[in-house]
C-alpha cells in the first residue's frame, strides 16, 4: 500500500494506492482511518478496487459500518470507480445520497475526487 499525498488549498489529502484489497470489514476501515489521520490527513480517497466486493452489497452493513466511522471522526472520504456496473437500486440510492452530503462520495476519477474533497 501506498500513500500518495496531495495537498490542495490547505487541506492533506491522502491518496491510497494498491493492488490488493484493504478494506475487508470495518475494522480495516477504522484501522486505515487511523493511520491517514496520524499521518496529518484530512481527507482520503480510496479505489472500489480496494474494497471487499461485500462493501457494496448492502445487505452485509459493512458499507453502513465503514462509512459511519468516517462520519463520526469527521474525516472526508471519496471512493472512486466505476459503480454503473452494480445494478441494485438500493445501492443506486445509497450513493445518491453519500454524494448529497458531501461527506462521503462515490466518484468516477481521481480528479473529480480531488476537486471534491479539496473544498
Do not use: C, W
Request: no cysteine; aromatic share 10%.
Amino acid at each position: 500500500m501506498i500513500i500518495q499525498s496531495h495537498e490542495i488549498n490547505t487541506i492533506k489529502i491522502a491518496e491510497v494506492i494498491s493492488d490488493n484489497i484493504i478494506i475487508q470489514s470495518a475494522q480495516d476501515g477504522l484501522d486505515l482511518m487511523g493511520n491517514i489521520y496520524y499521518q496529518g490527513f484530512d481527507k482520503v480517497i480510496l479505489y472500489e478496487k480496494n474494497i471487499t466486493p461485500e462493501f457494496f452489497d448492502l445487505k452485509t452493513k459493512i458499507a453502513g459500518e465503514i462509512l459511519q466511522k468516517f462520519s463520526n471522526y469527521r474525516i472526508g472520504l471519496a471512493i472512486v470507480g466505476n459503480f454503473d456496473q452494480y445494478e441494485s437500486k438500493s445501492l443506486k440510492d445509497f450513493i445518491f445520497e453519500s454524494n448529497k452530503t458531501k461527506h462521503v462520495n462515490f466518484l468516477g476519477s481521481l480528479e473529480d475526487a480531488l476537486n471534491n474533497l479539496s473544498k
